[in-house]
């Protein structure tokens, strides 16, 4: 999937200036809720990251091209009800996505004039994912290639005019019923406990990031 991160940098309507172009990594965590987890629960973190291309497009936003891959996993909880208890279901997989958001910044935090040096901001947008999971009976599965849409708030932090510090929480819409294997037609589950076919998977991705300015020196041009 990389080839649609190449497009959406070729298809930028203007050059690319030095100063407002960003390279990054974030890393962090993503969780699930589903037919299988129906609540938040900490152990069912795993670890997720990706690398990305930030270009500002003005003082309040940016747009900013990912690719990276994360982890879902999850499992019954035998206290939540006696469907749960006697299904017993659980799940493990990775997942490989690109996408491309939109950061709207609330304050000019990149401005040198200003003594502002952070900003609280808004993301929200669309990206493709492939999950490939394994359930508690080893049945292999693919969810196949779905589009994804995250939103969600975080805060950055400018150290200097070359680094940023960021961190971030989203909900990701996943447009699947598939991620933990159970839906209503799972073939080896019988059908009152199976899922609920009213609702999708949902992800969750709460993570820190570090990224670099590029700054084009200029040269000063000779009187003569």
């Known amino acids: 999937m990389f080839w649609l991160l190449m497009i959406c940098l070729s298809l930028s309507p203007k050059p690319v200036k030095a100063q407002n172009t960003e390279i990054g990594i974030e890393m962090g965590s993503y969780s699930y809720l589903g037919d299988v987890t ?78 502002q040096s952070w900003t609280p901001y808004l993301l929200f947008g ?16 693919s969810s196949g290639i779905r589009f994804r849409m995250p939103v969600g708030v975080g805060i950055k932090l400018r150290i200097d005019r070359r680094w940023t510090l960021g961190v971030s929480a989203s909900a990701i819409k996943t447009n699947s019923d598939v991620l933990d294997n159970v839906s209503l037609t799972t073939p080896n589950i019988k059908d009152y406990r199976g899922g609920n076919p009213n609702d999708d998977d949902v992800m969750f991705f709460t993570g820190f990031s570090l990224s670099y300015t590029f700054f084009k020196i200029v040269c000063p041009k000779p009187f003569f």
């Not at 003005?58 to 990276?68: K, N, T």
Request: charge should be negative.
């Open 126 to 141: 669309v990206g493709v994912y492939q999950f490939e999971g394994q359930d508690q009976l080893s049945n292999v599965y």
């Open 38 to 115: 129906r609540s938040y629960q900490l152990s069912s973190n795993s670890l997720g990251g990706q690398f990305f291309i930030r270009k500002h497009v003005d003082d309040g936003l940016s747009v900013r091209f990912s690719i990276g891959a994360g982890q879902l996993e999850g499992a019954d909880d035998e206290a939540f009800d006696v469907f749960s208890a006697n299904r017993r279901a659980s799940f493990q997989g990775d997942f490989f996505n690109t996408d491309m958001l939109f950061e709207y910044h609330f304050l000019d935090y990149r401005n040198p004039k200003l003594d």
